[in-house]
Nanobody
Framework: QVHLVESGGGLVQPGGSLRLSCAAS????????MGWYRQAPGNQRELVAR???????NYADSVKGRFTISRDNARNTGTLQMNRLKPEDTAVYYC??????????????WGQGTQVTVSS
């Protein structure tokens, strides 16, 4: 069964950086559209960034200018570069992707989540 695998979370001081990655577990599947979401305790899960199959991006206002979403089609991976991190960025981050196998679109999949903690 294909699934998404996340990596890159951890503990960082305010102003620091982290790089999150997301990849399909099976190489036959490519990422069509990918989004990164986050959920802090007591909050709803919110969309942080999104990238389309054509490379168009959009961001939540709270992260514009600090986060960059990108994709590497050759490696079938997606990345969220997080710079100038703030304590309010602390959350569990989830990738979500529409996968593609050949010309066939498969349903959306969620990564397992990775904890990002920004603290002194």
């Amino acid at each position: 069964q294909v699934h998404l695998v996340e990596s890159g979370g951890g503990l960082v001081q305010p102003g620091g950086s982290l790089r999150l990655s997301c990849a399909a577990s099976e190489s036959l599947f490519a990422i069509n559209v990918m989004g990164w979401y986050r959920q802090a305790p007591g909050n709803q899960r919110e969309l942080v960034a999104r990238i389309t199959s054509d490379g168009d991006t959009n961001y939540a206002d709270s992260v514009k200018g600090r986060f960059t979403i990108s994709r590497d089609n050759a490696r079938n991976t997606g990345t969220l570069q997080m710079n100038r991190l703030k304590p309010e960025d602390t959350a569990v981050y989830y990738c979500n992707a529409v996968l593609q196998r050949g010309n066939v679109i498969w349903g959306g999949y969620w990564g397992q989540g990775t904890q990002v903690t920004v603290s002194s």
